[in-house]
C-alpha cells in the first residue's frame, strides 16, 4: 500500500487565531501532513490587512503562490505586487512580510527544508 497523507488545509488548526491575531488565518499544515523535505501552509488575509512583523530564515526558502486576490510582498526594502496564480521565491536570507489588497488574498507558502520552524527570526517593526 502506498504511503500517502490527505489533509484539508481549512481544517487545519488556525495558528493566528490561537494567538489573538484578527485579519489573517495561518494554517501550518507540515505536521498534519507528515512533511519530510518541506513545509506547506495556507495564508487567509482580510481586505488591505497587513502583517504587523516580518521575518526571514537562515536556510528556508519559501515560494508563496496567490491563490486569489492579490498581494504585495515587502522583501527587505522592495515592493512586489502579485495577483491570481502569481508565485515568488523567497531565499532564506531575505527579510519579507506581506499585505493583502483592497478584495483580500489567499495564498500557499511552501518552503524546503524541513527546519521545523526553527530557522526563522521575527522582525518587529518591519514596515517602518
Known sequence: MPDYTVVNLGEVEDQAAKRGMEGIESRFARTALGLQSSGLSLFRLSPDFRLPFGHRHGVQEEVYVVLSGSARFRLEDED???????????????????????????LLAIGAPNTDGKDGELIHDFWG
Do not use: K, T
Open 80 to 106: 512586489v505586487e502579485l495577483g491570481p496564480l502569481d508565485a515568488i521565491r523567497v531565499p532564506g536570507s531575505v527579510a519579507r512580510s506581506m499585505e493583502a489588497g483592497p478584495e483580500g488574498a489567499e
